[in-house]
């Protein structure tokens, strides 16, 4: 699906086509299909970037830094937008409430403090599924945490007790202006609602907190409003938990959980048949017997690497800090005991038992004090992780970082907490020796990062997006390679020397159609010059192997590692004239992807030597666009000039956010000047 740069709407102009009804203009799918055919949206009764037709409203709670930082972002993408805040108290169902109350725009769009705005089109998209779909009452998008997009989009089921929430099955529609969605039940606590509906159907003020799915729920019940999902609106999700007193009531959940219960029927939640518990990564699921874990080292050894390593694999963060991945908890009581000497066990027992399990927990203060916690960590069956920094590395990082006296650790000035480095080493190494319960170590983190370097994740996780590998196609028996190709291939395997780079001529071609896909090599066999042919290898070869292919005509200026992160599939829109379609140039995806065996099966079929536009752009627009798992990337990243300013192309220039510089060739095309010699 590609979204356009502005909102026009048109009427559809609707088209059948083998693969599906695609509208003749916009080149979108239909989103209805009924028994007599396509069913056209209706023209957009809104526009999603009128800003005046929706008001932010944020609920807080303390948290004053987090509020600053959404307020900075809503000014810099949302210029224009109305802004209403609500101090929640501690109770978020009626802070809630207060705004929808206030707010006098007929759409409401919903956060809280610890969000941030990061793309400027998100709101409006959300906006435009809601305002344009009459059976929506609220649109929901995603969530970035840890650098991750996390998609929270649920149906639910209630039964004996049991919330379930499982995966929708629905199938994407597209609005009229392009936004990708479908229906759901429960989603994230960000969205874009109508007001009526807000209004109609308040938030439980019984319910301070774990307000959410009983909300979506008792909307779900009431049988008048669909909730939607649009996956690409997303805004980044911080967890912001730094603050003692906010953690503190954001742990009283008990009561919440017993009204769960009384007024709705919930014992306890599930996704998808697993227990519905908080991590701060959406990676692993450890096996049963996972062992608890704390983390010991001097600070500054390595330990928050460490720690988000073990999260990857299952282990839980619970409270801790994106910043220094730390136990707020933990460290609020170790900083009492650091500047009183008073060690609060039974605090620290509370801690301990509200995190879920497996945990792990890191505090440079361990070093300290260590054995007060050894009691009750190791009655919690927690393992002991010592992981060591060379000195030299350790002093360097402390001054680097102004966290330390100039000179620390030399001639035994203090370094931090009126101690050396020495000294604090030989503390966590009498701390290591005094754990009587399982423990490894000493781990020099300088160990941990050598072994670190000999994976190569394109290669350990082959199943992981799109795999390392690039594919050519060049037919030597119909024309000399330039040599300003083969110095521009030269440049993309310098940039991707970790990659594999498969270089397919005539011979290997014929040979790997003839053994794969026979019906590719009669297409191969009649086609009227190489660049048709390519159309069948290159297809072929990205369907059964996965990897990226690039026509030889590319300039690279980057590498396009960055935009294949969590990316199953993509192609390029190409703008030229003012229309856009998605081109056969550069493409990628892994391996047997169902985008490919869409385009190698379609392909046959569409086989017309004379005609070769059939099987070329076209082919791969009508099966990209509107395909759920295929990422559309913008033009500019790889067609900073279109085909009709190819003359214009600066040979030197790198142009800005570009990966690439496409500099349209055209060698098959036959009596037009070459623009190469």
């Not at 979108?28 to 932010?56: C, E, H, K, M």
């Not at 030299?392 to 001054?399: I, K, N, Q, V, W």
């Amino acid at each position: 699906m590609m979204t356009p740069t502005s909102f026009e709407p048109h009427q559809c102009d609707w088209e059948y086509k083998p693969v599906g009804v695609f509208c003749r203009i916009c080149r979108r799918p239909a989103s209805f299909i009924s028994s007599n055919g396509p069913v056209a949206q209706r023209s957009p009764q809104y526009d999603p970037a009128d800003w005046s037709l929706v008001t932010i409203c944020i609920t807080y709670y303390l948290r004053l830094e987090s509020l600053e930082r959404l307020l900075k972002s809503i000014a810099i993408h949302c210029r224009g937008a109305t802004v209403l805040m609500e101090d929640t108290g501690g109770n978020l169902s009626a802070g809630r409430n207060r705004l929808v109350e206030r707010c006098r725009t007929p759409f409401v769009c919903m956060m809280e403090e610890d969000f941030e705005i990061i793309d400027g089109r998100a709101i409006p998209q959300l906006l435009d599924v809601v305002a344009n779909d009459e059976r929506v009452g609220l649109a929901c998008g995603s969530l970035e945490e840890n650098k991750q997009v996390c998609h929270y989009s649920y149906m639910m089921d209630l039964f004996r007790g049991v919330m379930t929430l499982s995966e929708p099955a629905g199938e994407w529609l597209l609005t009229a202006h392009g936004t990708k969605y479908r229906l759901a039940e429960c989603g994230a606590n960000w969205f874009v609602a109508r007001r009526e509906t807000l209004r109609a159907n308040p938030w439980d003020e019984r319910l301070a907190l774990m307000e959410h799915v009983p909300w979506f729920w008792a909307l779900k019940l009431g049988a008048v409003w669909r909730v939607g999902y649009a996956p690409d609106a997303v805004v980044r999700h911080h967890k912001d938990r730094s603050l003692a007193e906010y953690n503190e009531a954001r742990s009283a959940t008990s009561e919440f959980h017993r009204l769960q219960a009384l007024h709705y029927g919930i014992d306890r939640i599930e996704i998808d048949g697993r227990p519905a518990v908080r991590r701060a990564t959406p990676k692993g699921n450890p096996r049963p017997g996972f062992p608890n874990v704390a983390v010991l080292a001097v600070g500054h050894s390595g330990t928050r690497t460490i720690t988000r390593q073990l999260a990857e694999l299952g282990w839980r963060l619970n409270d801790a800090d994106d910043r220094f991945a730390e136990s707020v908890q933990v460290r609020e009581i170790n900083e009492q005991w650091r500047t009183t000497r008073e060690f609060d066990a039974d605090a620290a027992a509370r801690a301990i038992d509200r995190m879920a399990q497996p945990w792990i927990i890191k505090d440079p203060r361990f070093v300290l004090n260590l054995d007060k916690w050894a009691p009750i960590l190791a009655s919690r069956g927690a393992a002991l992780v010592y992981v060591t920094r060379s000195a030299g590395s350790l002093a360097r990082s402390y001054t680097l970082r102004g966290h330390a006296q100039p000179g620390a650790g030399i001639d035994g000035q203090p370094a931090i907490w009126g101690r050396t480095l020495e000294e604090l080493d030989t503390l966590a190494r009498r701390q290591f020796d005094q754990w009587t319960g399982p423990k490894v170590g000493p781990v020099p983190i300088e160990r941990i990062a050598e072994a670190c370097r000999l994976c190569d994740p394109a290669r350990v996780l082959p199943d992981a997006g799109v795999p390392r590998i690039q594919h050519r196609y060049w037919d030597e028996t119909g024309r000399a390679m330039p040599n300003v190709f083969r110095h521009w291939i030269e440049r993309w395997e310098a940039l991707h020397s970790k990659w594999e780079h498969r270089w397919w001529n005539d011979r290997d071609a014929r040979a790997f159609l003839a053994q794969h896909y026979p019906d590719l090599l009669r297409c191969y066999e009649t086609a009227l010059n190489p660049a048709a042919k390519s159309d069948a290898i290159r297809h072929a070869a990205v369907h059964a192997m996965g990897g990226v292919y690039l026509d030889v005509d590319f300039r690279p200026i980057r590498a396009i590692d960055e935009l294949l992160a969590g990316c199953n599939a993509f192609v390029v829109a190409h703008e030229t004239n003012g229309k856009a379609i998605c081109c056969a140039g550069v493409f990628g995806a892994e391996a047997g992807h169902p985008l490919m065996e869409r385009i190698v099966a379609e392909l046959p079929n569409r086989w017309d030597p004379p005609r070769q536009w059939k099987t070329g752009p076209r082919l791969v627009d009508s099966c990209a666009v509107g395909y759920g798992d295929c990422r559309i990337l913008e033009s500019r990243l790889f067609f900073p000039m279109d085909f009709y300013q190819r003359e214009e192309i600066d040979w030197e220039h790198e142009y800005p956010g570009a990966f690439a510089v496409h500099h349209f060739d055209a060698s098959w095309v036959p009596n037009v000047k070459q623009l190469f010699t």
